[in-house]
């Protein structure tokens, strides 16, 4: 008789094979990590350009944002992993997945911060101004702190997508949790209990970002 | 470089041998596909995700609490996850496989939005059309989901944006959209200026959709 797809034994072996799946988890974690803290760069400075009065700062800010909200994760990741290689730059796939992920998220993140400011009411920035502030403490000083209540809920939210398109490295062999658990389901065709605990594993590192979100949405909610 | 094939082929030479109209037609096809794949799904969690969201909203408590637990899981599990499972663990041909997939996890997005935007009618809307005698699905269908809708629009139209952009995962499991139409010609024309010609156009294929897409939105969002 053909075992069911959620066969005991396939469990077994999970179980028992489980370094595969905690190397994977690892590096999605780590990369995760890694490109968040680019795209929190990346995006805090194309979103203050992008809120600038300065044309010069804010067309290549909208440059930025546009091309890489239009166009998919996927072709950017392949283009550093297959196509850098042919103007004889070759990136570690580690590379290639902080640098993809985060420049990609960056362009969100930006979006997020530059609303964020914009929220911001013009008052602050005249009274920070009359005060002898120059642009760039009025920045640091009187606007970002006051962003941080509108811009953290996306920002999470912003947070667990990425952690969720790390699994593009899987397509470029990466090394990640989706590819470990693909590949070692692969060779054997315990299909359904890898993917379960792969599921689980995101679920781990995502749940409770969006846990938290939906508590501060509902706060601010009340306040508002 | 230069000399590729022993012919004396500039990198002028090369791209217009990338830029035959055979390969054209062969990545429109490809995007065919993309769209297919897209406006399925899109279509399928349109209905679904409009019931899942007023169930949410407000539905028995039971049944809310079981929409409510299919978003959260679905939402924080790579998309890429289902595009596998559905793939490997059913019999479905690959291309209804990814609609399938495409349509569990998108479900769970536009019951979100679905969601926000009957947050966003007032609770006198509802009194009002019950004082007419409208039963609770004839005020929801006539009077509350059309003023939502329109406030639906903008979220809906970045979500299509999301879903076209992400169906080229689907390459993974070998199903020839744009993204794997691309992948293929590069195997056949591996020099730097064609590869670097292939991935612009693979983006501005993507592009012009969704920022088409995106400007399309905007207009129709504020002529309603």
């Given amino acids: 008789m053909n075992p069911g797809p959620f066969a005991l034994f396939k469990w077994e072996a999970v179980a028992a094979e489980w370094p595969v799946f905690a190397t994977g988890f690892g590096t999605t974690a780590l990369v995760s990590l890694l490109a968040l803290l680019l795209a929190l760069a990346l995006g805090l400075a194309f979103g203050m350009a992008g809120a600038s009065t300065s044309k010069g700062l804010r067309g290549p800010t909208r440059v930025y944002v546009e091309f890489f909200q239009n166009t998919p994760l996927v072709i950017q990741v392949f ?134 979100v939906r508590r501060m949405e509902k706060t601010s909610a009340v306040q508002a | 470089m230069g000399q590729a094939n022993g012919k004396d082929f500039g990198g002028a030479g090369m791209i217009e041998e990338l830029l035959q109209l055979k390969n054209l037609v062969f990545l429109l096809q490809g995007l065919g596909v993309t769209l297919l794949i897209s ?16 169930l949410r909203h407000g539905g028995p408590f039971a049944a809310a609490k079981a929409a409510s637990l299919y978003i959260e899981v679905v939402r924080n599990i790579p998309n890429l996850l289902f595009i596998l499972a559905v793939r490997f663990l059913t019999p479905l041909p690959p291309l209804a496989a990814a609609i399938i997939a495409f349509t569990i996890f998108t479900t769970a997005a536009v019951a979100e939005i679905v969601r926000g935007g009957l947050n966003s009618i007032p609770k006198g809307q509802w009194e009002a059309a019950r004082s ?84 399309w939105a905007r207009l129709v969002q504020v002529k309603a």
């Avoid at chain 1, 992993?81 to 730059?89: E, H, Q, R, S």
């Avoid at chain 1, 006051?146 to 952690?163: H, K, M, S």
């Avoid at chain 2, 799904?41 to 995700?49: H, I, N, R, T």
């Fill in chain 1, 79 to 212: 283009f550093l992993y297959n196509g850098l290689p042919y103007a004889g730059l070759v990136l570690p796939v580690f590379a290639v997945g902080v640098l993809g992920v985060g420049i990609y998220h960056g362009a969100y993140v930006a979006e997020i911060i530059r609303a964020g400011i914009e929220a911001v009411p013009k008052g602050q920035k005249e009274a920070a101004a009359s005060q002898g502030f120059n642009a760039w403490q009025t920045m640091v000083h009187v606007v970002l702190p006051q962003t941080r209540r509108i811009v953290l809920p996306p920002l999470a939210n912003q947070a667990v997508f990425l952690i969720k398109n790390t699994s593009v490295l899987a397509m470029v062999a990466g090394g990640d949790l989706m590819y470990q658990a693909d590949s070692w389901a692969a060779g054997n065709l315990y299909y359904g209990p890898a993917y379960v605990v792969t599921g689980l594993l995101y679920l781990a590192l995502c749940l409770p970002l969006s846990r938290w």
């Fill in chain 2, 39 to 54: 406006a399925g799904s899109l279509a399928l969690s349109f209905v679904f995700g409009t019931f899942l969201g007023v």
């Fill in chain 2, 132 to 215: 007419q005698g409208f039963s609770t699905v004839g005020i929801l269908v006539h009077v509350i989901l059309p003023q939502a809708l329109r406030n639906m629009i903008p979220p809906l139209a970045s979500q299509a944006i999301t879903v076209i952009k992400d169906t080229s995962f689907v390459w993974v499991v070998g199903i020839e959209e744009l993204t794997g139409k691309g992948m293929i010609l590069m195997g056949m024309y591996a020099t730097l200026p064609q590869v670097f010609t292939l991935f612009s156009l693979l983006a501005a294929m993507y592009f012009a959709v969704n920022y088409g897409l995106s400007r």
